[in-house]
């Protein structure tokens, strides 16, 4: 029913004579917020001779119902999500990626109405879901007046077009999620021309040109994708700027290597910390340094590379350099687009790699982490792996963590917790009693 957009329906049994016998009747039940039930209701079925329905009234109630339910929605501005997840992997992983959609999600100020998830032996090419499923998901989405589905894999152009098309909601991907949420916070020139590139190269193969699939996918959410106004220029247009954007981040480059050169020649050591997202590595920078960089529950709080100044006992000093976190199937336009970012982790001396180890999934977090570094060429660069958050962890979890990686345990958020991790960044820097700094080639 709901497929058809039906909000009820009735089906009268004929007799031998032709005559109706009994009356069956169905309809659609509007969704209320946190009760969990079925969305629709059959009844018993009743003999017409006895069927005593006024079905004015009937109708009335049932349209002001979901009268109600449509005034609610124009209060409430956020997008109204259901999150699908198609794994072929295994339950766990299948579970901490969901875990991981759900913060991707939030973070971008999302209202989260549900959840259709299915672990097929196959996908299906067409919508990836089962057909099954599929009605599931389309009535689901229609009682609970959806406006956004958010896959979590990456959707081809076609089944884009296909899903957007059967079920006339806007239909987005992991991806493109984690290219609205860098869209929503870049503040930079550098940061907004990077995402820019990124989300303009990620859409570009996507753009079959029809007309409203088109917009549909350029829209982002809550209308923050490429902006309004480009929705409807054409692919050439699109290049066009992407070019324009490419010349602009070289030029923007170009005072960065400046910065870079000068800094080189100070002669003073570069710590960059690198991790997953939410790790806690501005909060650690925070609490090395004395600063106030933002620090916030919610994935990609940082996008612009910050540096301070680290002071060390015997006037010694060094750069430390909080970067964007990463994340696992972190978009490749991402990756490109953030080089230039990444490129300045080149001239660290030594990597801090900072890790939750109150996350269940640190394991896999770290694995993540040293894929994207392998990937960008700074696997090279000394690491030394920082487990954050102890005091959220058993102190002997923290000590085998420590053993195993070779790590140490802290807790940004208590200073007085770091003094061990300098005094080891200060070993690893300078050679033991001396004041020479590291030789950058040596590494
Ligand atoms: N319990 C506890 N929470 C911490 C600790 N360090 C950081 N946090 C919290 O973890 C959350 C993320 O911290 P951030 O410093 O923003 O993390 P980040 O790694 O910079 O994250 P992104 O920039 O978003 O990639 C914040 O809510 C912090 O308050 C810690 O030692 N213990
Ligand atoms: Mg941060």
């Known amino acids: 029913m709901a497929i058809l957009r039906l909000d009820a329906m009735v089906a009268i049994g004929?007799?031998?004579?032709?005559?109706?016998?009994?009356?069956?009747?169905?309809n659609l039940i509007p969704h209320k917020e946190g009760i969990e039930k079925k969305p629709f209701e059959v009844k018993e079925p009743?003999?017409?001779?006895?069927?005593?329905?006024?079905?004015?009234?009937?109708?009335?109630?049932?349209?002001?119902?979901?009268?109600?339910?449509i005034?609610?929605?124009?209060?409430?501005?956020?997008?109204r999500a259901?999150?699908?997840?198609?794994?072929?992997?295994?339950?766990?992983?299948?579970?901490?990626?969901?875990?991981?959609?759900?913060?991707?999600?939030?973070?971008?100020?999302?209202?989260?109405?549900g959840l259709i998830k299915q672990r097929p032996k196959k996908l299906n090419p067409k919508y990836l879901l089962g057909s099954g499923k599929i009605k599931e998901l389309i009535i689901t989405a229609l009682s609970q007046e959806a406006t956004i589905l958010i896959f979590d894999s990456e959707l081809t152009p076609t089944q884009i077009r296909e899903l957007g098309e059967l079920t006339e909601l806007k239909v987005i991907d992991r991806t493109q999620l984690i290219l609205d949420i860098f869209a929503s916070r870049a503040h930079s020139r550098d940061g907004l021309v990077q995402v820019e590139l990124a989300q303009l190269k990620y859409l570009l193969p996507k753009l079959s040109g029809k007309g409203t699939s088109m917009s549909r996918l350029m829209g982002g959410i809550g209308g923050r994708g490429p902006g309004e106004t480009k929705l409807e220029t054409d692919k050439r247009r699109i290049g066009e700027r992407i070019?324009?954007?490419?010349?602009?981040?070289?030029?923007?480059?170009?005072?960065?290597?400046?910065?870079?050169?000068?800094?080189?020649?100070?002669?003073?050591?570069?710590?960059?910390?690198?991790?997953?997202?939410?790790?806690?590595?501005?909060?650690?920078?925070?609490?090395?340094?004395?600063?106030?960089?933002?620090?916030e529950d919610k994935l990609f709080a940082t996008l612009d590379t910050t540096s301070r100044r680290l002071r060390f006992p015997r006037e010694k000093e060094a750069i430390i350099?909080?970067?964007?976190?990463?994340?696992?199937?972190?978009?490749l336009e991402l990756m490109r687009a953030f080089r230039s970012t990444l490129e300045e982790m080149e001239d660290a001396d030594l990597l801090l790699h900072v890790v939750d180890a109150s996350d269940p999934d640190l394991e896999a977090r770290?694995?993540?982490?040293?894929?994207?570094?392998?990937?960008?060429?700074?696997?090279?660069?000394?690491?030394?792996?920082?487990?954050n958050k102890a005091e959220l962890i058993e102190e002997e979890v923290g000590i085998n963590l420590s053993k195993k990686f070779e790590g140490l345990t802290v807790s940004a958020i208590k200073p007085e917790t770091l003094k061990p991790l300098v005094e080891v960044i200060g070993k690893k820097l300078w050679a033991k009693g001396g004041l020479k700094p590291l030789d950058k080639n040596s590494s």
């Open 14 to 26: 004929v007799g031998e004579k032709g005559l109706p016998r009994e009356v069956f009747t169905a």
């Open 46 to 69: 009743v003999p017409f001779h006895s069927l005593d329905i006024s079905f004015t009234e009937f109708t009335e109630a049932l349209e002001s119902e979901m009268g109600r339910a």
């Open 71 to 79: 005034l609610r929605k124009t209060k409430d501005k956020r997008e």
């Open 82 to 113: 259901i999150l699908v997840s198609v794994s072929l992997g295994s339950k766990e992983e299948q579970e901490s990626s969901i875990k991981e959609l759900r913060s991707l999600a939030l973070t971008s100020n999302i209202n989260i109405l």
């Open 243 to 295: 070019s324009y954007l490419e010349r602009e981040l070289k030029t923007l480059g170009k005072g960065r290597k400046e910065r870079r050169r000068r800094r080189g020649e100070s002669q003073v050591p570069i710590i960059s910390i690198v991790g997953y997202t939410n790790a806690g590595k501005s909060t650690l920078l925070n609490a090395l340094t004395k600063s106030e960089v933002l620090a």
């Open 321 to 331: 350099t909080d970067t964007v976190g990463f994340i696992r199937n972190m978009p």
């Open 366 to 387: 770290i694995k993540t982490v040293e894929d994207i570094l392998d990937e960008v060429e700074l696997l090279s660069i000394p690491r030394l792996i920082v487990f």
